[in-house]
């Protein structure tokens, strides 16, 4: 699910011993368009383009917009609710949302499932709350973590960004966490059952691990032009660099990367043969099982892959060109004594 949707099923949902979970045939898909002025007539928002839907299709700086047009909605969706009744809802952003299942008459459990990691939220949860001087719930592995000063800024700056009209992104997650009945991420208890633990503990609630949701066999075969360009190389001797589909980098860092990678603006003449930079969607799965791909370079939800092998800023965390060149060589000469 995208920040910003809601899945409604009106069917019921059994879980049983843990390891088995068993559904009814779902009926009905609702899908909730933003901002869209057609026959339905949902409201809008003033600055964010028509047909936008997703925090995709817009930059960061203007996610605030995108909450406001989908909080618009919640006149629309409680008349969803009270027509399908559902037994149980999913939702991330929409704090409102359990508010108007308690209206509706018949039981209907609302789940948070965050798009995030159990230990990414259970470490915001555990900073803000000690810096209000409540750590009452002992946060695991404490004292072994401690952020730089640029984290620190920078997640400060993010919770406190305004989320949606006149609510921050903290105070959102805050109230939703409160409401929900449950609360679920992507993750397995073997990883991260403490901080799961930590967040039930915080919040007096379940917390459901759906567990590591991996990508499908692919059948399909890699796209022509990559196979024979990456047919010209020898086993492991190939970095591949993957940013992922929102994340673009500011100026300064695209150079300081690319530089690292000899991949300048005129890489063409430089690396003529050897390079070549790809702005759109490629079979990424199928890439990385290519034989020659030996490195991988990727913004990483985690980050700790690449942070353990480039050192970075100590105040501002950004990757230096010679930080990148030196982890990269790191990588490639180990593949080549092996």
Not at 99 to 120: A, D, F, M, Q
Not at 184 to 190: H, P, Q
Not at 192 to 201: K, M, Q, R
Request: one cysteine or more; a negative charge; hydrophobic letters at 40%.
């Amino acid at each position: 699910m995208a920040p910003q949707d809601l899945c409604l099923y009106p069917d019921e949902v059994i879980v049983t011993d843990g390891s088995h979970v068993s559904t009814t045939p779902l009926q009905t898909l609702v899908v909730i368009r933003l901002n869209d002025q057609s026959e339905k007539g949902f409201a809008g928002c003033d600055g964010l383009p028509h047909g936008v839907e997703t925090t995709l299709d817009i930059p960061f700086s203007s996610n605030s917009l995108l909450m406001t047009a989908f909080d618009h909605t919640q006149k629309e969706i409680e008349l969803l609710l009270v027509d399908l009744k559902p037994s149980i809802v999913f939702f991330d952003t929409a704090f409102w949302l359990p508010y108007l299942t308690r209206n509706l008459g018949t039981k209907c459990v609302t789940v948070l499932y965050w798009v995030i990691t159990s230990p990414s939220a259970s470490f915001v949860e555990y900073t803000v709350r000690k810096s209000e001087g409540n750590d009452e719930v002992e946060f695991p592995g404490s004292s072994s973590i401690k952020l730089h000063a640029h984290e620190a800024r920078a997640m400060d700056a993010i919770l406190k960004k305004e989320f949606g009209s006149g609510i921050s992104l903290y105070e959102r997650i805050r109230r939703a966490s409160t409401m929900a009945d449950a609360m679920g991420f992507k993750g397995c208890r073997e990883i991260e059952g403490p901080n799961a633990d930590y967040i039930a503990n915080v919040y007096k609630k379940p917390v459901l691990l759906s567990g590591p949701i991996l990508p499908e066999q692919q059948t399909s075969a890699l796209e022509e032009k990559w196979a024979l360009w990456l047919g010209k190389f020898k086993t492991g001797s190939v970095i591949f660099v993957a940013l992922g589909s929102e994340w673009e980098l500011p100026q300064n860092q695209f150079q300081e990367l690319v530089l690292g990678l000899e991949l300048t603006d005129e890489f063409k003449e430089r690396v003529q043969g050897r390079g070549v930079v790809h702005g759109g969607w490629v079979q990424q799965t199928l890439n990385l099982k290519h034989p020659s791909i030996g490195c991988f370079i990727t913004h990483c939800g985690s980050g700790s892959m690449i942070e353990a092998l480039v050192r970075k800023g100590e105040e501002d965390g950004l990757f230096p060109k010679e930080s990148v060149f030196e982890a990269v060589m790191t990588v490639m000469n180990e593949l080549v004594r092996k």
